[in-house]
């Protein structure tokens, strides 16, 4: 996945981006606020992968039914397991397939 902010083109780490208030926006206790670029300020909005959308909707659909029945440890135990099979999965493949898909882009909201 690609990881470099859309304006600048500079490698990203997820844990060192700005937060900021969208203008318009109070600045205490602002309802949102968007990620930014460390190095050029540009606001941006995660752009996620439609496997992350099913996968996350099949690690609900697990939780539900474990918590719908009766559960059993052996049941919680499968339904742990089965997530976190979705979760390596789901690396592996965008890892793979996508490795050129775009983790940011240019925020519609701030524009």
Known sequence: ???SCPQCRKELDPQKLLRVVPSGQRTFLPLYTLPA???CSA???VNTHPVENQALAVQVVLGVLVLLFEVHL???TLALVGI???QFSL????RSNAPDW???LPSRIGA
């Open 102 to 104: 775009p983790r940011y």
């Open 1 to 3: 996945m690609n990881h």
């Open 84 to 86: 976190i099979g979705v």
């Open 43 to 45: 606001e941006l909005r």
């Open 37 to 39: 670029c460390p190095h």
């Open 74 to 76: 052996l049941a919680i």
């Open 91 to 94: 690396a592996q493949f965008i």
